[in-house]
């Protein structure tokens, strides 16, 4: 629970001084700068904290939420890797490597699709809405594996199946994530008896700690 709350309040600093820090670069770089060789690579870097923030920040808030941990933890450790790399390019020390690009690319689509999910995996919806969770999993990926595969592969061809079948599934992401707070909101009191279920379980599990933690002392005194 520390780590996770660590985690968000890193993210949550980060992006209100990188959002702070970015109004003023921006206004002084409108009002006297000339957008030359200093000025867009700072308001690129800002801008990059800014967004690695905000996807660390729904990981974080799911790892706190302890219903998934591999996730939101990969997707924190893509958030900062697609950060550097970023800032890498930015500041042109690779920028003159295709595959470090692709490379870069590749991480920020894969800490986005996991940021994502984890932003979608703190609704609760109750059992009749569960298939979106499936469907929303679904297509992200999906959306992911073709766009990574455009970028390395990079088809050749007059074929535009690839690009109608990403239109689709962004469609449908599009649907279900604006769809996803809304059945949150109307699913039944059943998603509440999970909860108190939940609490129980977790309450229970504490109980057998504390039991054997005093096991532990009783033996030590005897």
Not at 24 to 46: A, E
Not at 58 to 79: Q, W
Not at 120 to 125: D, H, Q, Y
Not at 204 to 210: A, V, W
Request: net charge negative.
């Amino acid at each position: 629970m520390t780590e996770a709350i660590n985690f968000r309040r890193i993210f949550l600093i980060a992006l209100i001084a990188s959002v702070a820090i970015s109004a003023v670069l921006g206004i002084g770089v409108i009002l006297l700068g000339n957008f030359g060789y200093i000025d867009v690579p700072v308001l690129m870097t800002t801008f990059t904290i800014t967004v690695m923030s905000i996807c660390g920040l729904a990981c974080g808030a799911y790892l706190e939420m302890e219903r998934g941990r591999i996730l939101p933890k990969v997707g924190i450790g893509l958030s900062l890797i697609a950060a550097l790399m970023a800032l890498l390019v930015i500041w042109d020390v690779l920028d003159d490597f295709e595959e470090f690009i692709k490379s870069f690319v590749t991480a920020t689509i894969l800490a986005v699709a996991c940021s994502h999910i984890s932003l979608l995996s703190l609704a609760r919806p109750d059992r009749r809405f569960a298939w979106t969770r499936l469907a929303a999993w679904i297509c992200i990926w999906s959306l992911s594996g073709i766009l990574i595969f455009i970028i390395w592969v990079e088809p050749a061809g007059d074929s535009d199946l690839i690009y109608r079948i990403l239109g689709v599934l962004g469609i449908l992401l599009a649907s279900i994530t604006v769809l996803t707070p809304v059945l949150h909101k109307l699913s039944s009191d059943q998603s509440d008896v999970e909860k108190i279920d939940a609490e129980i379980a977790t309450l229970r599990k504490r109980i057998e700690e504390l039991e054997e933690r005093r096991a532990n002392l009783e033996a030590e005194n005897s």
